[in-house]
């Protein structure tokens, strides 16, 4: 069971297929090995190693991570707005932007879109206070959102679990007025299943970012950033104001995070595919402004 594979769905083909964790070895020593508890902390639960692995990653030496990567995740450069030769360092790259086409989205403003491309997982009725990640332990509304849960119990949420891999600029689900914004330090935990499994409370204790923002159509709803283990940065730009769907509310540099929406009871109701496999326990492979959810007329 410790070295169960992560199967992930893909959206766009249906097919299931096993996930390629970069590191899985040290991520499994670290969170399952009694021996790491130590190394552990020291990692994990300080900003330290990953405030040296975001100097790195800034410094223009750096550079020469950019093609292996490309090559070692398969990465579309078609989609990607400069070539890889135009980027200064390795964290320039990972925050590329896209070119508009490469991540269409419908209008309809009754139409909540994906926030983030990411494997997402959607709970369509919490149980009040608690939800349960794949093969993870149960997690607390109100430890993730201090002082602003309790709007949110019984609600509805949905994780999208970002890799190396994925494009890491993050997005409006909805349009609206950002109300306000609590940034929370934490430790920085990764966010993968294996140590989601281990039991640690990501969503509570790792650093991160609450905005709350009214819609019209959905009510109020909470986009948080987590921030995880390789980031030391999440970085928004935008921050206050009326907003638009699919406009850009920030990036995350290097390394893989979690973008979590949650919304109030009544509001939404999520795809059918989506609810489906999460019942299923298994992630689905979605592109930013892929369809989410749907407001409840």
């Not at 223009?60 to 995740?73: E, F, Q, T, W």
């Not at 608690?130 to 949420?157: C, D, E, N």
């Not at 940034?183 to 509570?204: C, E, R, T």
């Not at 790792?206 to 995880?228: M, Q």
């Amino acid at each position: 069971m410790r070295n169960t594979p992560i199967q992930v769905v893909n959206r766009d083909t249906g097919q299931i297929f096993d996930e390629v964790i970069l590191g899985e070895k040290w991520i499994r020593w670290a969170y399952q090995d009694a021996s790491s508890n130590l190394i552990e902390r020291l990692l994990f639960r300080s900003s330290v190693m990953s405030r040296l692995f975001g100097l790195w990653y800034d410094s223009p030496m750096s550079r020469s991570k950019i093609s292996s990567v490309i090559d070692a995740l398969s990465i579309d450069m078609s989609e990607a707005v400069r070539p890889a030769a135009d980027y200064r360092s390795f964290n320039d790259f990972f925050a590329r932007h896209l070119k508009p086409e490469a991540r269409p989205y419908s209008d309809d403003p009754d139409e909540v879109v994906a926030p983030a491309d990411g494997r997402v997982l959607v709970f369509p009725k919490l149980d009040r206070d608690v939800f349960v990640p794949v093969k993870g332990h149960p997690m607390s509304i109100t430890s993730m959102l201090p002082g602003r849960a309790k709007q949110f119990l019984g609600g509805t949420l949905a994780i999208v679990r970002l890799c190396p891999a994925d494009y890491h600029r993050y997005h409006f689900p909805a349009g609206g007025q950002i109300l306000s914004s609590q940034h929370i330090p934490g430790a920085l935990h990764s966010v993968n299943p294996i140590a989601l499994g281990a039991g640690p409370d990501v969503f509570g204790e790792n650093k991160r970012c609450n905005t709350l923002i009214k819609n019209d159509r959905v009510g109020t709803y909470c986009f948080s950033e987590v921030g995880a283990f390789g980031v030391g940065s999440i970085i928004n730009t935008t921050a206050s104001g009326a907003v638009s769907k699919m406009q850009e509310k920030g990036y995350f540099k290097f390394g893989g995070s979690t973008v979590v929406v949650v919304f109030q009871p009544g509001q939404i109701t999520f795809s059918e595919d989506l609810v489906a496999n999460s019942a299923q326990g298994r992630e689905t492979l979605v592109k930013v402004g892929q369809p989410l959810a749907r407001a409840i007329a």
